[in-house]
């Protein structure tokens, strides 16, 4: 089983529409969790952390239910710029990052 | 602030040749190293990881290998490539312990013929 798993999607979505995407990891020693967003033929870049109590960053909601062992990525008000994929990201120990797939999002004017 | 440089960019190269990529961070000191493969439609592979000088750990049986030989410096190398080894690689570092996240070169894009 995947460390890391997420709907590759594509999510078509017109501008100004709210998204959400779900990621699930199986190992529950996992400690901390990333949203990472790819443009294409581009290295990932941080989009934001992933904190117990939920965190929000503008447009975005980041969000933690370790029962589950889920975390989701909330875009409110989509602009045509959010079109990437974003990948979900697991932590377990000092040097265990585990990356999902990408759920690729195109945001259509 | 920290940096990190990977070169080169793209690289076409032909079956049985040699490899060498170069990772270089500065602005930090014992980071945690990082080599990822990205196939073409494909998640990220962790391919080795580095807490150290000369400290290597495999994640995966391949045809490349990874040494450190400075704080500072990752190299991934093969000594013979195979058409399989192409796709987009990927160095990341992060800083030494704690829950934080990884920070990546601008990758290359390696092409096997």
């Known amino acids: 089983r995947k460390e890391v798993e997420q709907d590759p999607g594509p999510f078509n979505v017109p501008e100004g529409a709210t998204v959400a995407f779900n990621c699930t990891y199986s190992n529950s020693a996992s400690q901390s969790f990333f949203w990472y967003r790819q443009d294409c033929r581009k290295e990932p870049k941080l989009l934001m952390s992933v904190y117990s109590s939920g965190n929000e960053d503008g447009r975005f909601t980041a969000q933690l239910n370790r029962a589950s062992q889920y975390i989701s990525l909330l875009i409110r008000d989509s602009k045509l710029s959010d079109s990437a994929t974003y990948l979900c990201v697991s932590k377990r120990g000092a040097n265990n990052l585990f990356f999902g797939t990408g759920t690729r999002l195109t945001v259509i004017p | 602030s920290q940096t990190i440089h990977q070169w080169p960019a793209t690289l076409v190269q032909p079956v049985g040749s040699p490899l060498s990529l170069e990772c270089t961070v500065e602005?930090?000191?014992?980071?945690?190293l990082y080599w990822y493969r990205q196939a073409a439609g494909r998640g990220l592979q962790l391919l080795f990881y580095s807490v150290g000088i000369g400290q290597i750990s495999s994640e995966v049986p391949q045809n490349l290998s990874a040494s450190r030989p400075q704080d500072r410096q990752f190299i991934l190398s093969s000594k013979k490539l195979l058409l399989s080894d192409s796709g987009f690689y990927l160095c990341?570092?992060?800083?030494?312990?704690?829950?934080?996240?990884?920070?990546f070169g601008q990758g290359t894009r390696l092409t096997v013929v």
């Open positions: 990341a570092w992060s800083p030494r312990g704690g829950d934080t996240e990884a920070f």
């Open positions: 602005g930090t000191s014992n980071p945690n």
